[in-house]
Structures are given as structure tokens and as C-alpha cells.
């Protein structure tokens, strides 16, 4: 039987594709961008003591980049979660074999692990529990389940899960995982159906991990486990050995398991999700004046429509400008055109290389 549902909160992304703003230094997750908390504190609120009656959440595991360990500390204190476990990477090696750190340090292997990338937006929190609790009964049976979020759109940035035949209530069988298509087969799978974005959501229980990673990993496994047992407690803080997590071969969950495993379902969930993955998905959920302008910090907008602006001290004036994105952080401009975003990651490579 399933103990509790103990929230895994993995924080070790760069944030890169939300530049200026988010830096190496201090990436997405740990910034208010889309409320006055920070990503990583709306994601530990969702799974508080007092987030939903009928389901019982643990103190959270997060798993996390040494590097904002301070950071990261300060932030869960600030909402009251003292009693976390905070492991903390010396370096990345993807969501796989940090999961299975997570998996290895939960206190019971009957705990479900409700695994969740710390930079995500999720509006409808009812929603959200209600699809955890239709999970649940499956957890408890050994299944690995994933949430497919309800696609609206033929989304090229998005990974798909393709459902099949239906185990229990609306949960589905995986079929296969899709990488990110092109515009025609997202639109093509859009209109056959029976498939939902991969939002990187998982509910286990920690046990039944361990035993996939044994089947299908067993070098990652035996080099997660030496590097917690060489590791270093410091109260909340824990270092895995870096010697040894080093020998971990580095590989998504996805790839590492979920393609592999047997008993793979779905939670197809309406939730209000974003991954808010570039300027564009800010864009889309942020609140926004008559105009369509969604803007943050000392800002005029004058004859100005469908604009995103940010600014952390100097202030901007738009005038007579449309669908444009402007950023002013930490002393640097950066302008281009809705809908290019995703074009970040060229000035992030170009300035790296300069």
C-alpha cells in the first residue's frame, strides 16, 4: 500500500532561454516571474500540508545545483519548510539519475514520489490533486505514471506522450513517447487525438523506481547509490560524493526508464500548465493591460500592443511599437520580436563564445 506522497522538486535547470533575466547565477526557477514568489516557492506550495485535505504530502526531497544550495534554503524558510531534504548535485546529470537520489533517501519504498521540475506554472491546483489522487490506486500497484497535459494547440516545443486503452477512469496506457515534432506531424497528432504534451510530471512510489532503474540502469543505480553513501550530511544539506556521481551515465527519465518500463500510464490533466520555457510562454500567462501588454517594472506604454516588457530598475517608454519583447536585467537590453524567443538561445551561445 502506498504510505504518503512525498513531493520531488528538481531544481537543477540553467534557465537559459529566459536571459537576460535569469542567470547561471540565479535561473528561473529561483525568480518571481510570474507572482510576487518565486517559481521554486509556488512549486513547494503545491504539495504543502495544507494544499489538499484528502491527499497526504511528506516534506518535500529537492534535488538541486550546489551551487544555489543558500539560495534555495532561504527561499523554503521564507514559506515556512524547514524540514525538507535538499540533495545537492555537484554537477548535473539529468532528471534520471537525480530522481533515483531522490528515490534512494525516501524514507519508506511505499512512498510515492511525485516528481515535478521547479520552474513550472500550474493555475488550476484542484485540477492538479484531483489527477494525483486518480493516480494514486495505480502507484500502489507498482505502475509509473506520468501527466499528459491536454494539448489546445499544434505545440512544436513540447514532447508527446501517445495514450492508449484506458486502465482506470480517464488514466491510459502509454503507448510510445514522442520526441518534439515539426509543425505538420504536431498538427497531424493533433487532430487524430489521443495524445497529450509530456509536461515531465511523474507519481511513483520510490520502490518501484529503484526496481526499473535495476532492470534497465544498473550502472546508474550502483553509481547513485556509492554517492550517497560516500556523501556528506550538513542538517538539511546533503552532498553526494563527487567522484562518484561523476561515474553516473547521464540520461532523462524518460529515456532511462519511462520508454522502457511495462507499466507505464497517463493522466491526461487540464490544469492551466506552462513550462514557461521562453518570453513567449511568459507572454501568454502573464495579466496583461486593454492592449494585450504584459509588463513588469517602471514602464510607459503609449499607442502599444501586445508587448512584453521587463525591467529591473531602468525604466522603459514603447511607443507606437507592437509584439515586440523588451527585457532590461542586471544591466543588459535585449529586444526582439514576439514569437522569436526561442531565438535566446543564440545570444546566450554567441555571448559565450565572444
Keep these: 500500500m502506498t504510505a504518503s506522497v512525498v513531493p520531488v522538486i528538481l531544481s537543477g535547470g540553467s534557465g537559459t532561454r529566459l536571459w537576460p533575466v535569469s542567470r547561471p547565477e540565479r535561473p528561473k526557477q529561483l525568480l518571481a516571474l510570474t507572482a510576487a514568489e518565486t517559481m521554486l516557492q509556488l512549486t513547494a506550495r503545491r504539495t504543502d500540508a495544507t494544499a489538499a485535505s484528502y491527499i497526504s504530502f511528506g516534506a518535500p526531497i ?5 551551487n544555489h544550495a543558500d539560495v534555495i534554503e532561504e527561499q523554503l524558510a521564507e514559506i515556512g519548510i524547514t524540514d525538507s531534504q535538499i540533495l545537492l548535485e555537484p554537477f548535473g546529470r539529468n532528471t534520471a539519475p537525480a530522481i533515483a537520489l531522490a528515490a534512494l533517501v525516501a524514507d519508506n519504498p511505499a512512498d510515492a514520489l ?31 505514471v506520468t501527466f499528459g497535459i491536454t494539448p489546445d ?15 482506470q477512469g480517464t488514466v491510459k496506457a502509454v503507448t510510445r513517447f514522442v520526441e518534439k515534432p515539426d509543425a505538420v506531424r504536431a498538427a497531424d497528432m493533433l487532430a487524430e487525438g489521443g495524445y497529450a504534451w509530456n509536461a515531465g510530471i511523474f507519481l511513483f512510489r520510490a520502490g518501484a523506481y529503484l526496481a526499473a532503474l535495476e532492470e534497465f540502469q544498473p550502472d546508474m543505480l550502483v ?42 500510464a497517463c493522466v491526461p490533466v487540464d490544469m492551466g500548465w506552462s513550462d514557461v520555457g521562453s518570453w513567449d510562454s511568459l507572454h501568454a500567462i502573464s495579466d496583461k493591460d486593454d492592449n494585450g501588454n504584459a509588463v513588469r517594472g517602471d514602464v510607459l506604454t503609449l499607442d502599444t500592443a501586445r508587448c512584453l516588457v521587463h525591467s529591473d530598475g531602468p525604466r522603459v517608454a514603447m511607443v507606437g511599437v507592437e509584439d515586440l519583447i523588451v527585457v532590461v536585467a542586471h544591466g543588459d537590453i535585449m529586444i526582439l520580436r514576439r514569437g522569436q524567443s526561442q531565438n535566446v538561445k543564440k545570444v546566450t551561445e554567441a555571448l559565450k563564445n565572444r
Design 62 to 66: 529537492l534535488v538541486a545545483n550546489a
Design 114 to 144: 511525485l516528481v515535478m521540475p521547479s520552474d513550472h506554472v500550474i493555475l488550476d491546483l484542484p485540477a492538479f490533486h484531483a489527477a494525483i489522487a486518480q493516480a494514486l490506486p495505480l502507484v500502489s500497484e507498482g505502475w509509473l
Design 153 to 167: 494547440a499544434p505545440e512544436t516545443g513540447y514532447g508527446y506522450i501517445q495514450m492508449g486503452d484506458a486502465v
Design 223 to 264: 553509481a547513485a547509490k556509492a554517492s550517497l553513501e560516500k556523501g556528506r550530511k550538513d542538517g538539511q544539506r546533503f552532498y553526494p560524493d563527487a567522484t562518484s556521481f561523476e561515474a553516473c551515465p547521464s540520461d532523462s527519465i524518460d529515456y532511462a526508464v519511462m520508454e522502457k518500463a511495462a507499466k507505464v
